[in-house]
């Protein structure tokens, strides 16, 4: 099975936009799922049902509504043009948004799974103790979080790979520039180019196959640490 350049291109640009929206995603991601998991407030409900929200809307939907904001003519996407000559849209800038948009709720519900899970006792102990909130967060949440978080991470990672719908509405399929390794599929079945369709959807299905293993993994450790 040889792969093309085009396809490692893709593959590459991928991996890349997929890397990058989780640099840009992990620091709100962490934060709200903290938020969600350890905090009771008004409308938490209603946080919690739009950070979730990309999970349950169609992601055409949600790139249409991307592309809105995001054109030269929409209220975000209008003012760094005018400001900074800068265009989101048609851009691999555009591509790292969307991905960012529709894998945030699968990163943001592993680390609500992963903080939920540490006891409250052992941090309100430690604020006994003296320590800041901030020091309680990174000296015991974190760790005991750990696993969770990093399998949130992982699925995030997972999705951000294979998201299609959002990333053709607002950046468009432009070969080398944002076509990902789910837009070179469609193209390849527009082409009917079988065999392309074939090597890119095993490349696909074992990149998701690894990872949901390694998720299950860090879950399953998790699990039985809490339970130990």
């Given amino acids: 099975m040889r792969i093309t350049p085009e396809e490692v291109t893709a593959l590459l640009l991928s991996v ?4 990058f929206s989780l ?3 992990f620091p709100l991601g962490l934060l709200v799922g903290w938020i969600l998991a350890k905090r009771d407030f008004p409308g938490k ?6 950070v979730m929200l990309p999970l349950v809307l169609p992601p055409v939907v949600s790139g249409y509504l991307l592309l809105i904001l995001l054109s030269r003519n ?25 991905v960012s948009i529709i894998s ?3 990163l ?17 102990t430690a604020r006994t103790l003296g320590a800041t909130p901030i020091r309680v967060f990174f000296t015991v949440t974190l760790p005991l979080a750990k696993q969770g978080i990093i399998a949130g991470v992982i699925l995030g990672f997972a999705k951000s790979l294979g ?16 076509q990902t390794l789910a837009l070179s599929i469609f193209s390849a079945v527009q082409l009917g180019q079988d065999i392309t369709v074939y090597r890119l959807v095993f490349i696909s299905t ?10 299950e993994k860090f879950q399953s450790t998790s699990i039985s640490k809490i339970l130990n």
């Fill in 163 to 178: 998201e299609f719908g959002a990333t053709l509405m607002v950046a468009g399929n432009i070969p080398g520039k944002t």
């Fill in 108 to 124: 943001v519900r592993g680390i609500m799974t992963g903080i939920a899970s540490v006891p409250s006792e052992l941090e309100d």
């Fill in 45 to 50: 409900s209603v946080i919690n049902t739009i």
């Fill in 74 to 98: 929409g209220p975000i996407g209008g003012i760094l043009y005018d400001l900074f000559k800068i265009e989101i849209v048609f851009s691999q800038f555009a591509v790292v948004i969307a």
């Fill in 104 to 106: 945030f709720p699968l």
């Fill in 16 to 19: 890349k936009v997929a890397l």
């Fill in 206 to 215: 074992i990149l998701a196959f690894i990872a949901i293993w390694i998720t």
């Fill in 23 to 25: 640099v840009v995603m």
